[in-house]
């Protein structure tokens, strides 16, 4: 596997911060960032929530979200393997049910 190196910025207190709490989980910061790229990878989403507080766009994002995890629940039970266009057209009449609704 070959590998590549990239470059980011963080507030300095933050890298320290981060750097500190690594070092408390055993891992490198480098360690710490693959974690969380192939996390990212693996579940096609952040692993932690996305948010502008407030934002009416926000609010229905977040139902849409909600909608989305019911749905994994019951693809879940049903051991159906749901294919991302299946997710995303789901999404979408949803999304398209709740404007109406408005």
């Given at each position: 596997?070959?590998?590549?190196?990239?470059?980011?910025?963080?507030?300095?207190?933050?890298?320290?911060?981060?750097?500190?709490?690594c070092k408390e989980?055993?891992?490198?910061?480098?360690?710490?960032?693959?974690?969380?790229?192939?996390?990212?990878?693996?579940e096609r989403s952040?692993?932690?929530?996305?948010?502008?507080?407030?934002?009416?766009?926000?609010?229905?994002?977040?139902?849409?979200?909600?909608?989305?995890?019911?749905?994994?629940?019951?693809?879940?039970?049903?051991?159906?393997?749901?294919?991302?266009?299946?997710?995303?057209?789901?999404?979408?009449s949803y999304r398209?049910?709740?404007?109406?609704?408005?």
């Open positions: 596997m070959s590998t590549t190196a990239i470059s980011i910025r963080l507030d300095s207190d933050i890298k320290k911060q981060f750097d500190d709490l989980f055993g891992l490198s910061t480098n360690a710490a960032f693959n974690l969380f790229a192939r996390a990212v990878v693996r952040i692993p932690f929530p996305i948010s502008l507080k407030g934002s009416e766009s926000v609010k229905r994002s977040v139902k849409a979200q909600n909608a989305l995890e019911r749905i994994q629940a019951v693809s879940a039970n049903e051991a159906h393997e749901w294919t991302d266009e299946e997710i995303d057209e789901l999404i979408a398209r049910k709740k404007r109406k609704s408005e």
